[in-house]
């Protein structure tokens, strides 16, 4: 008889702690959630984009370069979008990179630091919808920050590379 109470006993014991338990687990994905979509408001967060180098594109008489004037703006629209329906414009984004990628750019842009660095911007892109199917706390926001930033070192070396030109040409003047 003791057998089976101590039984009965252990069994409610048991009962009891994996109850509480669940519970605790219940309120645990709760806080998650709620946590979760705290930090995935955007409102917070602003993503550091450089300006469209209009002034470049005009002085190497490209203005019709359209593909790029895409991914800038896409670019632009992707900051105010709220993180959990980011998909379908990383896709987009995707596209572009892809299509930029697989023909030449304008002559004056066709140099390995110019492609190198678009070609970072597509990998970072492609970083970015893997994290948006794949969500893990914060990563889909650090790699949206990385793909800002390779955007943006990538505009900084097009002006780089515009005042290389600026100064090799006033180098030649002088001789």
Do not use: A
């Amino acid at each position: 008889m003791h057998f089976y109470i101590f039984n009965i006993f252990l069994c409610v014991i048991l009962f009891l702690s994996c109850k509480n338990h669940s519970t605790q687990n219940s309120n645990n994905s709760k806080e998650i959630f709620e946590s979760h979509n705290q930090k995935t408001s955007n409102s917070n967060i602003d993503f550091k984009l450089s300006d469209y180098p209009e002034e470049i594109i005009k002085n190497y008489e490209i203005e019709n370069w359209d593909e790029f004037k895409n991914l800038h703006d896409l670019l632009n629209q992707l900051r105010i979008l709220d993180f959990r329906n980011v998909d379908l414009e990383i896709l987009k984004l995707n596209k572009i990179l892809k299509n930029l990628l697989s023909k030449k750019l304008p002559e004056k842009f066709e140099k390995p630091q110019i492609r190198s660095r678009l070609k970072v911007v597509f990998m970072q892109s492609q970083k970015s919808y893997y994290f948006t199917k794949h969500f893990k706390e914060d990563s889909l926001i650090s790699s949206l920050e990385d793909l800002y930033k390779s955007y943006n070192s990538m505009i900084s070396r097009m002006n780089n590379l515009e005042d290389e030109f600026q100064e090799f040409d006033f180098g030649k003047t002088e001789d």
